[in-house]
């Protein structure tokens, strides 16, 4: 089966990634500087995927390490060549992904997220592997044009996070218009939400977190007294803004999906949109929420979010056609994930 480098595999989307690729037979080298996570994930990813000792040996691999070290990189690649077990291709989730941060601190946006990228790709171009899965972000969309947003929607960020985003796509088709061996997908995730079943992992952001999820878990929780929403004048059913919120474990999917079809050479380069098609306000999640806890979500009105849009929400028939790959779960599920995690985890992975 095949080899795998995943950086940034015990983050959140990672980790969940890592469970369905090891479910499906992968062999996995993580490589991460965990600056915002934790390797107690992978210890979980371990037990959901009840590795013994000696098969979480060969089969997943952690590296301490950053992406912007090309020592580091060429170390991974070429201990795997020695070992008679190359890596067959990356899956690259190492990034910074906070706007609000990216505002603040361009200079280590683009630090990380381009330059180490570069330093990646480099390192993969040298030791042949050539087949690549980077996460993109509808925030490469900004304020779109028309909804549901195709992928051949305008691309206009309108922050550092976003631009940096942007120009990795952007070196990822030169670099496959130049070399023709190059299979590459960039998957432009929507708003991934939820966590998986077991309750054993999730998200746990290390600094004070500004997505709705980890706020609302807040507040049901009641480490946080209230969820103030970001305005009720957006032209929407009631007022408030409306996302595509995508569950994490079918996001997971989309990536073995993706890379089923890359490592059957059926794409030389993808650009896909992974999310469910469906909309959802604030007011509507925060009822679901409520629905699907039994936990009261005080909130209160203030006003609009510097950068926010009224709506986003996925054209996915893309991905369902390419790869036949859909969502599976619901809102309310994602709920009843992202509170289970958030209940029996309410320090995080600090716990
Ligand atoms: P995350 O922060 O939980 O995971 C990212 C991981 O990368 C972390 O474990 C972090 O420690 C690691 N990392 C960061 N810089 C590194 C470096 N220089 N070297 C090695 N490791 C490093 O974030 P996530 O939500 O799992 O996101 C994964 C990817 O998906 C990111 O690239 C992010 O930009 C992108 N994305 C996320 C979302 C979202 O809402 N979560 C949406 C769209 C795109
Ligand atoms: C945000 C980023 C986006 C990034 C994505 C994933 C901004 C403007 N956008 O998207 O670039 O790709 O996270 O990391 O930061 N909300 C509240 N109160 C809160 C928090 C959120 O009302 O305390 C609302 C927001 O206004 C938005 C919705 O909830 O309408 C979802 O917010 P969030 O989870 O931050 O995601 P996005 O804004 O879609």
Known sequence: MARLLITGGAGF?????????????????????????????LQRVKEITKLT??????RLQVIHG????QKTLEKVFSDAIREGRRIDAVIHFAGLKSVNESLQNPISYWQVNVNGTSCLLSTMHEYNCRNLIF???ATLYGQPKSIPIPETATIQPINPYGNTKAAVEKMLSDISKMDAEWHI??????????????GLIGEDPKETPNNLFPI??????????????????????????????IHVMDLARGHSAALNSLLKKEHKHLTLNLGTGEGYSVLEVVNSFEKATGKSIPYEIIGRRKGDTAISVADPSKALKTLKWKTSKSLFESCKDSWNWQSSNPNGFRS
């Open 13 to 41: 989307i990672g980790t969940h990634s890592c469970i369905v690729l090891i479910e499906q037979g992968y062999d996995l080298v993580i490589i991460d500087s965990f600056v915002n996570s934790s390797p107690i994930s």
């Open 53 to 58: 000792k000696k098969e979480s040996i060969e």
């Open 66 to 69: 950053d992406i912007r070290n």
């Open 135 to 137: 996460s993109s972000s």
């Open 185 to 198: 997908a960039c998957l432009r995730y929507f708003n991934p939400i939820g966590a998986h079943p077991s």
């Open 216 to 245: 609302i878990s807040q507040v049901a929780s009641g480490s946080r007294k209230v969820l103030r929403i970001y305005g009720n004048d957006w032209p929407t059913i009631d007022g408030t803004c409306i996302r595509d919120y």
